[in-house]
């Protein structure tokens, strides 16, 4: 078993317990908070029958990296003992560039048998083809609203505040942390009242909060269709009232969507039917 006791994705860690011995490069995708870290830094806990896997010498935890900070893992990996694992877990893979993604894929096309490397990401369109090819892939969708909830804590649980976060722990503690609430409610308000969006629009939590709620109104068995349709709504004005630069942003987060089997034609439709 995971040394942590991981909340949701049983599948995913079945999957990583049964294969890491056969899988060296794995690559886990899914929306930002869901649990994508927690469950390796859980593996590599029991892996190596710690507590505090980050303090361990045969670890290295890194983020986005550059091309001669690629180069570098290859030192860390130099010190290779045939009795024991190293492990690279790189955050953000999809934040590195063409450069380091390449420089990266020949690092792992030589690494030998006891290396296992995690690459996390939130989507898998900027991840090279040659580099994804390279790994064993697992997809992470958000948590459940009672996965959610056993995180939480019953006692502690905002219901608002877990709609807002669409099954995204980091989220949820994050929007509780900037009060988001209130803001959302704000742009509810303004929408309702046809006002122009520009102080919404500069909140750094703008654009996350429409995919928060892109995801929601896309998720209609767990939705009433109130919910849907004024959401949807919510989301065809803002997308009216964005210039062309915005509008490509918009259009960023609708395709990552397709990564979790959601259909955008549907989407289109209903909004087409809503106006």
């Excluded at 091309?67 to 010190?79: A, G, I, K, P």
């Excluded at 009795?83 to 894929?105: C, G, H, P, R, W």
């Excluded at 019953?154 to 942390?177: M, P, R, T, V």
Aim: a positive charge; glycine letters at 4%; hydrophobic letters at 40%.
């Amino acid at each position: 078993m995971v040394r942590k006791k991981i909340i949701g994705h049983d599948f995913q860690k079945k999957i990583l317990l049964n294969q890491y011995s056969r899988s060296n490069n794995w690559l886990f995708i899914g929306k930002e908070g869901v649990g994508k870290r927690s469950l390796v830094m859980s593996f590599i806990s029991w892996l190596f029958n710690v507590d505090d896997p980050q303090n361990n010498t045969n670890v290295l935890c890194c983020t986005a990296l550059k091309v001669e900070q690629v180069r570098e893992l290859q030192d860390f990996l130099s010190t290779y003992s045939s009795e024991e694992y190293k492990v690279i877990v790189i955050d953000d893979i999809d934040k590195m560039n063409v450069f380091s993604q390449t420089a990266l894929l020949r690092l792992i096309e030589n690494t030998s048998i006891k290396v296992l490397i995690f690459l996390i990401s939130t989507t898998s369109n900027n991840i090279e083809r040659t580099l994804s090819s390279r790994c064993r892939k697992l997809y992470f969708s958000p948590l459940k609203d009672l996965d959610m909830i056993k995180l939480i804590g019953k006692k502690n649980i905002d219901l608002g505040l877990l709609e807002l976060s669409a099954g995204s722990y980091g989220k949820y503690q994050q929007f509780k942390q900037e009060n988001i609430k209130d803001f959302y409610k704000g742009l509810l308000e303004s929408i309702a009242w046809k006002q122009k969006l520009d102080y919404f629009y500069k909140h750094p939590f703008f654009f996350e909060l429409i995919e928060m709620v892109l995801f929601r109104a896309l998720n209609i068995y767990n939705l009433s269709a109130e919910i849907i349709v004024g959401e949807i709504k919510l989301l065809s004005t803002i997308s009216q009232w964005f210039s062309m630069s915005h509008y490509f942003q918009y259009l960023s987060f609708m395709l990552n969507i397709r990564e979790f089997g959601l259909d955008i034609r549907y989407m289109e439709s209903v909004i087409f039917y809503v106006e």
